[in-house]
């Protein structure tokens, strides 16, 4: 058992140290307040070509897997700049292109997709059916060989950044399936059609991303925009949501290391009571327990993305990943918020801002409820909960 990173995944994962020579958290936070699109940084990880790390070669990316994937996006939150667009764009959306998509999604838009000409946003979640997607509504309808998409989405980061959309549709009725997993397709939706519209959701947590609803109203479809086979879609639905589950785990994680590392220079320097506060073990201690669990979620992270890339059953640890790393990303800046005392929720210091967020990930974009409940089903062998 080797632990080592490769000299190719060592540079991947400290490229988010040269990306914030640059690019740093007052950049992120500024964009992050004001809710804009970080345009240059996503320009500049294009250029360096880090948008296609889980596309082949003869695509236009990388040829890498989620491991390194991964570790771009723990290496880059290390530093306290997560992008949530990278989760749903080059990881959820261009990699499942790559593996089921059509020649033209593969020869046309998965180059433009790695050059960051286009952008891509990935849909599945419905207010209705919440973390019950088997009971979602938006249907495509077949009139001989093209379809009629209706329906809603909700909850799509970076939808009015994306040129096209990996929709997650029925194409027959939950109420007409022999099993309640057939009747899915995946379509790659060009935003500009005739029938799609959307609307912003308002969120309070300060991101650079923002959440829309998405309107699709006999949206004309066609065997060119369909993604693997019709019905069929549930079977390789999850090449995307765990890859989605393992990624959150590692912005999770470099949040937390980030928030600790502040915590750290500032209670080795802030004097109180003749010593600094870091020698005190009421401030020590849940720095160090904050941090321990951090790199214990971060390890499981990297297994599970292990087991993805070679093809072995990765939703047990996928989902352990997801729900030990959002819980030690909520306890790390929580404790490094009270390691700095009323500092920590001035503007200039830059760790309040990364609570909502990890909070946030404590909820979305699956619950920590249904990772455990599939945890104790699943990988222990508990009754159904659910």
């Known amino acids: 058992m080797d632990f080592t990173l490769n000299d190719e995944q060592r540079q991947i994962y400290e490229y988010g140290g040269q990306l914030a020579q640059k690019f740093d958290n007052g950049y992120w ?12 940084m996503f320009a500049k990880i294009a250029e360096d070509g880090f948008l ?9 990316g990388a040829g890498l897997g989620l491991a390194e994937m991964a570790l771009f996006m723990e ?19 261009l990699s499942h292109l790559a593996k089921h998509g059509t020649e033209f999604q593969r020869r046309e838009l998965l180059p433009a997709a790695c050059r960051g000409d286009i952008k891509f946003c990935f849909a599945i979640t419905e207010a209705g059916a919440g973390s019950n997607s088997m009971k979602m509504t938006t249907i495509a309808k077949q009139k001989g060989n093209r379809f009629s998409l209706n329906g809603e989405k909700t909850f799509i980061t970076s939808a009015d950044q994306s040129d096209y959309c990996l929709v997650v549709a029925r194409t027959m009725p939950h109420d007409q399936v022999a099993k309640k997993t057939d009747g899915f397709t995946l379509f790659a939706v060009d935003l500009k059609k005739k029938g799609v519209d959307m609307q912003r959701i308002r969120i309070s947590i300060p991101l650079p991303e923002e959440q829309w609803t998405l309107f699709f109203d006999d949206v004309d479809l066609g065997p060119e925009d369909i993604v693997g086979e019709i019905d069929n879609g549930f079977s390789i639905l999850f090449d995307t949501l765990n890859p989605e589950r ?58 599970a993305a292990w087991e993805f890339d070679n093809g072995l059953p990765a939703g047990g640890s996928s989902n352990m990943a997801k729900y030990a790393a959002a819980e030690a990303g909520v306890e790390a800046v929580d404790a490094a918020l009270q390691a700095h005392g009323g500092s920590g929720f001035m503007e200039d ?38």
């Open 29 to 40: 936070l500024e964009h992050s307040r004001r809710k804009a699109f970080p345009e240059e």
């Open 52 to 60: 296609g790390l889980m596309v082949p070669e003869e695509y236009g």
């Open 75 to 93: 290496g880059t939150s290390n530093h306290g700049i997560p992008l949530l667009s990278i989760v749903v764009g080059p990881c959820m959306s």
């Open 246 to 303: 393992i990624l959150v785990a590692a912005i999770c994680c470099g949040v937390g290391r980030f928030a600790l590392d502040k915590a750290v220079a500032y209670a080795s320097e802030r004097n109180v009571f003749g010593q600094p506060i870091g020698g005190h073990q009421g401030v020590q201690h849940p720095l160090a327990k904050a941090y321990t669990n951090v790199e214990m979620a971060s390890l499981m992270g990297r297994r």
């Open 349 to 386: 210091t830059g760790i309040y801002e990364m609570y909502p967020l990890v909070r946030l990930l404590r909820t979305a974009p699956v619950n920590r409820e249904l990772c455990l409940s599939f945890i104790g089903e699943k990988v222990m062998g508990l009754p159904r909960s659910y």
